[in-house]
C-alpha cells in the first residue's frame, strides 16, 4: 500500500499560520485538531509520547521541516496534522517552518517507515518546500501535495 500525504490530510488538520512560540506550543496546537477530528484517544498522553520521542533525537529533518511523531496505541490508523509557521518554531537548535505531525499505530512499522521517508524525498527541493509555504488555504495544500505525489 502506498502512503499518500494529501489522503491524510484535511483541512481541519491543517494550521497555515500557526501561532505558537515553542515546540511543546507548536505540539499541543496540531494534536489538538487531531483530538477534534476524534482521532486520538488520549491527547495528553500522546504529547507526551511526542515529547519522549523527541528527548531520544530531535525530529527536525532539515530544510526548515520538522516530522515530530511517535507510534503508539492511542491511535487506530497513521494519522497527520501540518502546521506552516513563516516566522518558524524552534526545534533544538533550527527552525521549523513545514511541521508534519504523525501518529502511527504500533503494528504499521512499513507504512511508518514509507510515510517518513516519502515527507523526506518530497520536501529536499526548495521548489517542493515554497509549494507550500505560499499556499493561500488549506485546499491549496491539499491540491499541492496531490501535484507533488504524481511526481514522487
Known amino acids: 500500500m502506498d502512503i499518500n500525504l494529501s489522503q491524510l490530510l484535511t483541512p481541519e488538520t491543517i494550521i497555515?499560520?500557526?501561532?505558537?512560540?515553542?515546540?511543546?506550543?507548536?505540539?499541543?496546537?496540531?494534536?489538538?485538531r487531531l483530538e477534534i477530528?476524534?482521532?486520538?484517544?488520549?491527547?495528553?498522553?500522546?504529547?507526551?509520547?511526542?515529547?519522549?520521542?523527541?528527548?531520544?533525537?530531535?525530529?527536525?529533518m532539515g530544510y526548515g521541516i520538522a516530522l515530530p511523531h511517535a507510534?503508539?496505541?492511542?491511535?487506530?490508523?497513521?494519522?497527520m496534522t501540518l502546521a506552516i509557521s513563516k516566522k518558524g518554531i524552534p526545534f533544538d537548535n533550527e527552525k521549523a517552518n513545514i511541521i508534519f505531525l504523525t501518529g502511527t499505530p504500533t503494528k504499521e512499522v512499513k507504512l511508518y517507515l514509507q510515510l517518513i521517508a516519502k515527507i523526506s524525498k518530497m520536501f529536499r527541493e526548495s521548489h517542493n518546500r515554497e509549494l507550500?509555504?505560499?499556499?493561500?488555504?488549506?485546499?491549496?495544500?491539499i491540491n499541492?501535495?496531490?501535484?507533488?505525489?504524481s511526481i514522487y
Open 71 to 79: 507510534r503508539t496505541d492511542l491511535v487506530d490508523e497513521i494519522v
Open 132 to 141: 507550500l509555504l505560499n499556499s493561500k488555504n488549506e485546499e491549496e495544500i
Open 16 to 32: 497555515l499560520n500557526l501561532k505558537a512560540n515553542n515546540k511543546i506550543d507548536c505540539l499541543k496546537q496540531l494534536v489538538r
Open 37 to 60: 477530528i476524534e482521532k486520538i484517544k488520549n491527547p495528553k498522553e500522546f504529547i507526551e509520547e511526542l515529547l519522549k520521542r523527541e528527548e531520544q533525537g530531535s525530529t527536525y
Open 144 to 149: 499541492n501535495l496531490k501535484e507533488l505525489e
